[in-house]
């Protein structure tokens, strides 16, 4: 099992910039674990935003933050990222770190077991 804590969300003014983390810790390093990101506005379901694979080597990101985010991974210190650039008012959500040790990068929120608690982020025009 894994545990994963979120940080580093806030406040930005559109077109600015944020940079999200997410601590893993538990028996096996994160190395282990396939990591995402996925996202939740108020009344609406969460959704992907990006996912890395185990070595950093494959990376997935959702169509409305392609350009704009990158997924990244740091193994050694058991740490996934997310930077958010040219940020929009549409990206206002809590964020959420997700883990899992199979599947694709591709698959959906129900393949990952694993979630962290979130981090709100809010974009003001």
């Known amino acids: 099992q894994v545990q994963l804590v979120e940080s580093g969300g806030g406040l930005s003014q559109a077109g600015g910039s944020l940079r999200l983390s997410c601590a893993t810790s538990?028996?096996?390093?994160?190395?282990?674990?396939?990591l995402a990101w996925f996202r939740q506005a108020p009344g609406k379901e969460r959704e992907f935003v990006a996912a890395?694979?185990?070595?950093?080597?494959?990376?997935n990101h959702a169509d409305s933050v392609k350009g704009r985010f990158t997924i990244s991974r740091d193994n050694a210190k058991n740490m996934v990222y997310l930077q958010m650039n040219s940020l929009k008012p549409e990206d206002t959500a809590v964020y959420y770190c997700?883990?899992?040790?199979?599947?694709?990068?591709?698959?959906?929120?129900?393949?990952?077991?694993?979630w962290g608690q979130g981090t709100q982020v809010t974009v003001s025009s």
């Open positions: 997700a883990a899992k040790s199979a599947g694709l990068i591709s698959g959906g929120r129900g393949s990952y077991p694993y």
């Open positions: 538990g028996r096996t390093g994160s190395s282990y674990y396939i």
């Open positions: 890395i694979s185990r070595g950093g080597d494959s990376r």
